[in-house]
């Protein structure tokens, strides 16, 4: 539960980020529920020099990776199924 939670609020941060801090909007339109002063200190955070240099080198990094994984949605653990009926 907790793992699922986490992963939607970084999705939720990476939208904010993309959709409006890189784009210089501001969100509450549509996220209401959002307060003011935490977005101008989230603004400031994802736009700091240390931040997009941490971002600059994750998107270096994901470009690198050739070897993208081959086994389908199911992952490790639907190959162990298909060995198990081989």
């Known amino acids: 539960m ?3 939670a986490k992963k939607l609020c970084t999705k939720l941060r990476s939208r904010l980020v993309i959709n409006y801090v890189n784009k210089g909007k501001k969100p509450f339109e ?13 603004v ?9 240099d941490i971002s600059e080198k994750a998107k270096a990094s994901a470009n690198a990776n ?3 994984s081959r086994l ?3 992952g490790f653990a639907g ?7 081989i």
Not at 30 to 35: C, E, F, G, I, S
């Open 72 to 74: 389908g949605r199911t």
């Open 79 to 85: 190959l162990d199924a298909k060995a198990d009926t």
């Open 44 to 52: 400031k955070k994802k736009t700091s020099k240390e931040f997009l």
């Open 2 to 4: 907790l793992r699922k």
């Open 30 to 42: 549509k996220y209401a529920y959002l307060d003011p002063a935490h977005w101008d200190e989230f």
């Open 66 to 68: 050739t070897n993208f």
